[in-house]
């Protein structure tokens, strides 16, 4: 099983998300036969992953749903969250937003069971994020804000600045230049204490969207 665990590593690092894929099943049928319900149940997780970017869509939800009934069955309520939440990913990903919507909060509310907040705090930026995409602007900013205040109790700063990326972008939506504004001057701040340009290129990209909708004057 460790060589599996090998191969898998490999496999991701390369990009080679068939074999990836193939080696996370086998490990899921071995891992079972020993026992290892947990274990089996998180390479069913991974098999799925693999799947995602591999773009077989159809097959990762089969894959995410077996590891849910399975996590369900044995009571192992973490990896209920985390494929309520990679489910999530996927179905927005697709159009499917009610799905979306109803799988991240249930992931949410179930880190939040599980006293889990770096877990609940990005669960809940991403349903920001899910708001955000549907132009329900009040929920998202309610949201981030929640996440950020765990984002700041947990010394988290890359996550805090790219949270507060995404609230300036509700807070311009919205009609609130200013609050945009100092949302994106936080950001930056942080962005440039990282020395992160990506996040930097993030903050360039959503004031000049800032300026768009403020329009000539």
Request: cysteine-free.
């Amino acid at each position: 099983l460790e060589f599996l665990q090998d191969l898998v590593d490999v496999a991701w690092f390369e990009r080679d998300y068939a074999l990836a894929a193939r080696h996370y099943r086998e490990a899921a049928r071995l891992l079972a036969r020993a026992g290892e319900r947990e274990h089996s149940v998180m390479s069913d997780i991974g098999a799925a992953d693999a799947l995602t970017a591999l773009g077989e869509l159809d097959e990762a939800e089969r894959v995410y749903e077996r590891a849910r009934v399975r996590a369900t069955s044995h009571a192992l309520p973490v990896l209920q969250a985390h494929v309520d939440e990679s489910v999530a990913l996927l179905a927005f990903s697709r159009g499917r937003y009610g799905e979306a919507l109803a799988r991240f909060e249930r992931a949410r509310a179930g880190y939040e069971a599980l006293a889990m907040p770096q877990h609940l705090a990005i669960a809940e930026k991403q349903l920001g994020d899910a708001y955000l995409e549907l132009r329900l602007w009040p929920e998202a900013e309610r949201l981030y804000a929640e996440a950020l205040a765990r984002f700041d109790a947990l010394s988290m700063p890359d996550d805090t600045a790219w949270t507060l990326v995404q609230r300036g972008r509700a807070q311009a939506l919205r009609g609130s230049p200013a609050a945009a504004a100092g949302s994106f001057d936080a950001a930056g701040r942080l962005f440039e204490a990282q020395g992160n340009d990506a996040g930097h290129a993030a903050v360039a990209l959503a004031r000049a969207e800032l300026a768009t909708l403020a329009g000539p004057g």
